[in-house]
């Protein structure tokens, strides 16, 4: 009997590590600062941001400016600041962003060249009229059209009359952020310090989330060699640079879908690697965009990113699957399309596999994340029903999760440090 484990960034945040987005802006604020974009010269071919990553490359600069921004920083940062925000917008969705900026793109680079591009931004940024930050949308516009300007300056100032891809550069700023991201994992998040205590086996966060997942593992009586693990967190488990704790196998079935930190043997700490965030490519198809904006979307899509990496790892789905354990993910859209490809190999339908979806304090404390949890589960089943039968039996589609219950394949369990309890309600 075999088992796959889903793992997702709740897990790092049930053993309190500080891997949630906002965390990582934060560092990102005190290294790197702010700057007030609209309040630049107001000459076309100037930005704000131009004139502070000059101004932060003098000598006597005491900031980071220029050594530290990059599009995405610039404008998750704004998007933090904003005064007003629209609800719409969730600001820590990087995935939704992204997707956000890209179609945002498009309403001022579409068959532009350089020099009508400033023409069509139109750089009116130093005119304030007292009430441009009304909206968030305002706000994130203002940032756009000071950076289109500030690549004038910075790229383009020999090519003023070239074709620019501004996906291309969107897509090398976006490696550009992930690899801070990386940075900050390695400087807070996994530190030096840390990893001494979990190699000594003194408990500490790193500690705890290795026992939450030996916790899960061992569940229903699973051994490691019948576990594989889908992790969507970047940061290692069970690597200890050669010390052996009695759960190291595992670590060879952990697949890090979205990249991961690498170990730096020699002096016993994790160095930056490849981190990936991109856009669930379920979402990239649709009939009424344009050809321009569908032709360049696939390059930020998760799978073509992943395919471009040099992560070699993989599972293996053609194992006897029975039992699919979630512990710690929202089972958002942006990774539906694995989850899809997951429950379409192992015939969820047709099959006896088994679902258990885990919990810890942070549901357990709380009736309003609980039933957040609960709603997340009955969107992931609900919309997998209704994509997988929507073109043979729409019957079949809507009674899955009645049909997983009645024949007891969806179960929720609690979790802790201590060991797993059945919930009663399951």
């Given at each position: 009997m075999e088992q796959l484990i889903v793992i997702g960034n709740g897990l790092d945040l049930a053993?309190?590590?500080?891997?949630?987005?906002?965390?990582?802006f934060r560092w990102l604020k005190n290294n790197m600062g702010e700057i007030d974009y609209t309040r630049g010269s107001g000459n076309i071919g100037f930005s704000s941001i131009y004139n502070e990553v000059e101004s932060s490359k003098k000598d006597n600069s005491t900031t980071k400016f220029a050594e530290m921004f990059d599009f995405w920083s610039g404008w998750f940062l704004t998007i933090n600041g904003a005064e007003f925000i629209d609800d719409s917008i969730e600001w820590?969705?990087?995935?939704?962003?992204?997707?956000?900026?890209?179609r945002r793109l498009l309403k001022y680079s579409e068959n532009l060249k350089y020099k009508s591009l400033l023409d069509s931004?139109?750089?009116?940024?130093?005119?304030?009229?007292?009430?441009?930050?009304?909206?968030?949308?305002?706000?994130?516009d203002h940032y756009f059209q000071d950076w289109l300007c500030y690549l004038g300056n910075e790229k383009f100032v020999e090519k003023r009359d070239e074709e620019i891809d501004f996906y291309k550069i969107l897509l090398d700023e976006l490696n550009k952020f992930e690899a801070k991201f990386a940075q900050y994992l390695c400087d807070e998040v996994i530190s030096e310090q840390k990893v001494s205590q979990l190699i000594?086996?003194?408990?500490?966060?790193?500690?705890?989330?290795?026992?939450?997942?030996?916790?899960?593992?061992?569940?229903?009586?699973?051994?490691?060699?019948?576990?594989?693990?889908?992790?969507?967190?970047?940061?290692?488990?069970?690597?200890v640079f050669g010390v052996e704790q009695g759960f190291e196998k595992l670590e060879e079935k952990i697949?890090?879908?979205?990249?991961?930190?690498?170990?730096?043997?020699?002096?016993?700490?994790?160095?930056?690697?490849?981190?990936?965030?991109?856009?669930?490519?379920?979402?990239?198809?649709?009939?009424?965009?344009s050809d321009l904006l569908r032709e360049n979307l696939y390059r930020f899509g998760k799978t073509y990113r992943?395919?471009?990496?040099e992560d070699e790892s993989s599972l293996d789905l053609n194992r006897k699957i029975e039992m699919i354990k979630f512990y710690g993910h929202?089972?958002?859209?942006?990774?539906?399309?694995?989850?899809?490809?997951?429950?379409?190999?192992?015939?969820?339908?047709?099959?006896?596999?088994?679902?258990?979806?885990?919990?810890?304090?942070?549901?357990?404390?709380?009736?309003?994340n609980q039933s957040k949890f609960m709603d997340r589960i009955y969107k992931l089943i609900g919309t997998y029903?209704?994509?997988?039968?929507?073109?043979?039996?729409?019957i079949k589609g809507k009674n899955l999760l009645h049909k997983l219950l009645l024949e007891g394949r969806i179960k929720t369990r609690y979790v802790s440090t201590t060991g797993v309890v059945a919930d009663p309600k399951s």
């Open positions: 053993a309190g590590l500080q891997t949630k987005y906002d965390d990582f820590n969705d990087v995935e939704n962003q992204i997707d956000n900026v890209l931004v139109k750089y009116s940024i130093g005119e304030d009229d007292g009430n441009w930050r009304k909206s968030f949308k305002d706000s994130v000594r086996e003194i408990p500490n966060e790193l500690y705890d989330r290795r026992k939450l997942l030996e916790n899960i593992t061992q569940d229903e009586s699973f051994s490691l060699d019948d576990t594989q693990v889908l992790n969507f967190n970047y940061t290692p488990i069970f690597k697949r890090y879908i979205h990249g991961s930190l690498k170990e730096d043997v020699e002096n016993k700490k994790y160095v930056p690697d490849q981190v990936i965030f991109g856009i669930d490519d379920t979402a990239l198809i649709d009939d009424d965009e992943i395919m471009n990496s929202s089972l958002n859209s942006a990774d539906y399309a694995y989850f899809q490809s997951i429950f379409d190999k192992v015939d969820l339908y047709g099959s006896n596999v088994e679902l258990y979806f885990y919990y810890g304090d942070f549901e357990k404390d709380n009736s309003e029903g209704q994509n997988t039968f929507k073109n043979t039996s729409e």
